[in-house]
């Protein structure tokens, strides 16, 4: 007994490939993001306006999204001594946004490595105010 190919099937796979495709050489930038695209790890291009863009596939581009709109940071509460030797409790609000998306990808790299640095540089400064 001989099995037919079902046609619906074979329609769902071709448009289930291209699906998948489309996901690996396209990529969106919202409003109020950039992007920094790399080629084997080179950062080639960068992107600040809004809309669908295209991409060589994952090995050989990568796409970069970073936020420009104004980031807000807060310390947790620290205790500090000041120069008379009270102890005082403070915290920090620290509000900053990214300018250049090139430099920053290629000095800083992501969000979580910026916050890190910001954390230790404010800290630094507050003790030393203080």
Do not use: C, H
Request: charged share 20%; proline share 5%; hydrophobic share 45%.
């Amino acid at each position: 007994m001989k099995r037919r190919l079902n046609p619906y099937t074979f329609l769902l796979g071709i448009l289930l490939f291209i699906i998948l495709f489309i996901y690996l050489i396209a990529f969106q930038v919202p409003l109020g993001k950039t992007a920094v695209v790399t080629t084997f790890g080179k950062p080639v291009d960068v992107i600040k306006d809004p809309g669908l863009y295209w991409k060589a596939p994952w090995p050989i581009q990568e796409v970069y999204i970073f936020d420009t709109r104004i980031q807000v940071l807060e310390t947790k509460m620290e205790e500090t001594y000041t120069s008379d030797g009270k102890n005082v409790i403070l915290t920090a609000a620290i509000f900053w946004q990214i300018k250049d998306p090139l430099k920053f990808f290629t000095s800083v790299g992501d969000k979580e490595s910026a916050e890190k640095k910001l954390i230790s540089l404010v800290r630094n400064y507050k003790n030393t105010i203080i």
